[in-house]
């Protein structure tokens, strides 16, 4: 992953990609947030494409580490980065408030 040396565009458009999911339970507007979610997706096959044209396979590579973060469980990442900041936390409800 850090092999990768992700620049700041290419981080901005995963965390579209993680925060625009579609599959979070009791959201409303599934396809709204589907769409967003593919809209960030393909601006990063954009960006990866124009900036990083000697390296065809980036956008895979980007993708399989992101299919890896999403594999760790999400009370895993709430305990690691914001227990210690704000306390016990649950991920989905913290996602559907924001």
């Known amino acids: 992953c850090w092999s990768l040396d992700i620049g700041t565009k290419e981080y901005a458009y995963l965390k579209g990609t993680v925060l625009f999911n579609p599959d979070l339970p009791g959201l409303q507007c599934v396809q709204y947030i589907q769409g967003l979610q593919r809209e960030a997706q393909q601006a990063l ?10 390296d065809q396979a980036r956008f895979a590579k980007l993708n399989v580490v992101l299919s890896l973060l999403r594999s760790i469980n999400a009370n895993v990442i709430a305990e690691l ?3 210690p900041i704000i306390g016990t936390v649950n991920m989905d409800d913290m996602l559907l408030e924001m």
Do not use: A, K, P
């Not at 096959?45 to 000697?54: A, F, P, S």
């Open 45 to 54: 096959n954009e960006h990866v494409t124009l900036i990083h044209q000697g």
């Open 81 to 83: 980065f914001f227990r």
